[in-house]
């Protein structure tokens, strides 16, 4: 296995595995962390998985860059010499989704881009799993790949004020829930009922790197039964919508 | 009146006040900020002279204007930015410990020189840890702060102190490790690996010439303005990000990522600047010169050990 590091701070270290992006090395990077928490311990004082990288902050008060590198060295070459030994199978994370104009304002145009319906479009993203690559942007922001190309699609070029938690989106070859209200740029195509960020649950945040996620579409009946909410609707085509023309 | 818990009664909170202690930890790769005090030198020396640990909670008053109301008999010791302090209407000094008893007044004014003033109180402000282990304020994400929900100190809230057993000594910090915040600040940067996307012009200009401190600068990061940078190539991908990183984005104006800085970003990282860099590089205010003096990691980590172990002793 392929790994170097380069200092990015003074208690931090990049460690690099892949030059780009790749899903093998979601499972590689996400190994890693694992060993590195085993062998290091309370040393350890962030691990943060990107893409193609894992950002180690550790302790001054208990190490300094040499020792660091001397216990993190034989740990990370075990792991490329051993291979899969007792690696866990990642979680796959069940997602339902209301796909609809009236929560995701873009699904119309993302459906349209690619020539086809938008019961094919939402097809076509519930089809596949997906892999969290990395969390960010904000606590709980879930970056998941990748999407079918024909569904990619740029980000807006003015972003919205108000994004609603909850809210499904596309950027390039990427897809991700806002976990909390906020400003945003992603295409919008649905909503999920579930609470992605939750301070006061024992695993605050739904996704973490590594996992994989499944995508269900669910009904309006179904959506409002999980507590799914219709209400705060920043966007002007809303209310016309509510009217109830759908499909 | 009598069910209140003792404490700190805001009569008026400020600008911006936040209680901070020393941050996060662990909860980076939720997309969850560190935060934490700005100047680490000005909090720990409060929390030391009044024997608190490392680490206890603190607040920070950014551009002063805090008045407060104790309800108990406590110690307290204000640091950092040269803010009048009065106590009763009695200008009383910084770095030092302070005796209150109930009903005085404590009155911090805009500062003379330096942005952030700390007021600790001994045993710490007392308020349930949050994420990462924090009772640090992220106004950005809502989270932790008195309320745990992010918001800033408002009037009529209470800062909650532990009742005093024992009369506590009276302490001053030293003069000489007091800093002169109107001196000008020179900030002490470790090169990164990305240091070979700059061309060698642009790393000439940043660390010859001065940069001026952007007013669009907060606890997620510092704006420079000056020579532009120029870069070679087009952004990464995205990766996590380290305190006191520089990052420059496409108009090529170096931007100091500070403690409630994103998680991870992708943006060409010249280097980071050092920790007791960012200490200094709190008290300078919008317009201030900055200049850059590259470090080597060997120096810069025995110098972060040393402030490290004499706060943790």
Known sequence: MFWRYEVTGVDTITLHFGEKIDVALVSTINRAASVLHNTLGERLLDAV????????????????????VADLKPALDSLSTAGNESA???EVVDVPVFYDPRVGPDLENIASRANISVEEAIKRHTGRTYHVFAIGFAPGFA?????????AAPRLSTPRKKVPAGTLGIADTQTAIYPISSPGGWNLIGRTPLTLFDPDRTRPSLLEAGQLVRFRAISESEYTALSGKLDDLPWETAAANAKGDQK | MTDQPQGLIVRKPGFLSLLQDAGRTRVMHL?????GAMDRHAWAWGNQLLGNRYGATALEVTFGGCELTCNLNTQIAVTGAAV????????????ATLNLCPGDDIALSAPQSGLRAYLAVRGGF??????GGSCATFTREGTGGLHHNGKPLQTGDVLPCPPMTHEAPNRKVPNHWIPDYNAETALDVILGAQVDRFPACALESFFSESYELSPQSDRMGVRLNGPALEINGERLISEGISLGAIQVPADGQPIILLNDRQTIGGYPKLGAVTPRSLDALAQCVPG???RFRPTSLHEAQRQEQTFLRFFNQ
């Open chain 2, 31 to 35: 997309g969850l900020a560190c935060g």
């Open chain 1, 143 to 151: 970056y998941l790949g990748q999407v079918a190309d024909e569904l």
């Open chain 1, 88 to 90: 866990k199978p990642p």
């Open chain 2, 84 to 95: 009048t302090c009065t106590v009763n209407g009695e200008a009383r000094p910084l770095w």
């Open chain 2, 126 to 131: 007392q308020t349930e840890a949050g994420l």
């Open chain 1, 49 to 68: 998985p990107s893409y193609t990288t894992l950002l180690l902050r550790y302790d001054l008060l208990q190490d300094d860059l040499a020792s660091l």
């Open chain 2, 288 to 290: 201030s010169k900055l």
